[in-house]
T-cell receptor, first 113, second 116 residues
Framework: GENVEQHPSTLSVQEGDSAVIKCTYS??????FPWYKQELGKRPQLIID?????GEKKDQRIAVTLNKTAKHFSLHITETQPEDSAVYFC????????????FGAGTILRVKS | DAGVIQSPRHEVTEMGQEVTLRCKPI?????LFWYRQTMMRGLELLIY????????DSGMPEDRFSAKMPNASFSTLKIQPSEPRDSAVYFC??????????????FGSGTRLTVV
């Protein structure tokens, strides 16, 4: 089955700097890659996603890139703010095959002001 | 839309007791997922349903765990008997492939289960 690895497990950045979180997946059939943000004690919330027919997607300060050949995808957050501090999860699934998401282990992002 | 609704928000129970967690998915969503979150194991998929039918229960840890979806607006996850190692946050999520062009889940607020 699919296996998603996520790095780093923790990341500390200074406010205003950029943060990058990377994930690799094992199943080349995976074609949908969402990212979730989970604040302490809250539910995971979808912040951005990308499909395999696209190489990059941006939404204001966040962007996701996908390299299908290497089977990895990354989350980029620019101009980080204290409210970006949270746990971020990547995930992968095969759309049309149950829509079952497999999650990475998560990255704790701390933005220091 | 009220989103995915889970109850209870917190549950403390004694080892050996039966625990029932409840979930109401978003109206119109035809997939429902139960996840368990712990520090050690992260987000684990326990079981998921499509159109009320269980599709994959390979993540259910043991026979002590069971899940049902009697109709499109309600699902339960039952643990009987409960054990301390079942302590975790249990999330329910629903999705509708193709909605808004995306396939992402909407999670409920979760049930924090503590078994003492």
């Amino acid at each position: 089955g699919e296996n998603v690895e996520q790095h780093p497990s923790t990341l500390s950045v200074q406010e205003g700097d950029s943060a990058v979180i990377k994930c690799t997946y094992s199943d080349s059939a995976s074609n949908y890659f969402p990212w979730y943000k989970q604040e302490l004690g809250k539910r995971p919330q979808l912040i951005i996603d990308i499909r395999s027919n696209v190489g990059e997607k941006k939404d204001q300060r966040i962007a996701v890139t996908l390299n299908k050949t290497a089977k990895h995808f990354s989350l980029h957050i620019t101009e980080t703010q204290p409210e970006d501090s949270a746990v971020y999860f990547c995930a992968a699934s095969i759309v049309g095959y149950g829509n079952k998401l497999v999650f990475g282990a998560g990255t704790i992002l701390r933005v220091k002001s | 839309d009220a989103g995915v609704i889970q109850s209870p928000r917190h549950e403390v129970t004694e080892m050996g007791q039966e625990v029932t967690l409840r979930c109401k998915p978003i109206s119109g969503h035809d997939y429902l997922f139960w996840y368990r979150q712990t520090m050690m194991r992260g987000l684990e998929l326990l079981i998921y349903f499509n159109n009320n039918v269980p599709i994959d229960d390979s993540g259910m840890p043991e026979d002590r765990f069971s899940a049902k979806m009697p109709n499109a607006s309600f699902s339960t996850l039952k643990i009987q008997p409960s054990e301390p190692r079942d302590s975790a946050v249990y999330f329910c999520a629903s999705s509708h492939p193709g909605q808004g062009g995306g396939y992402g889940y909407t999670f409920g607020s979760g049930t924090r289960l503590t078994v003492v």
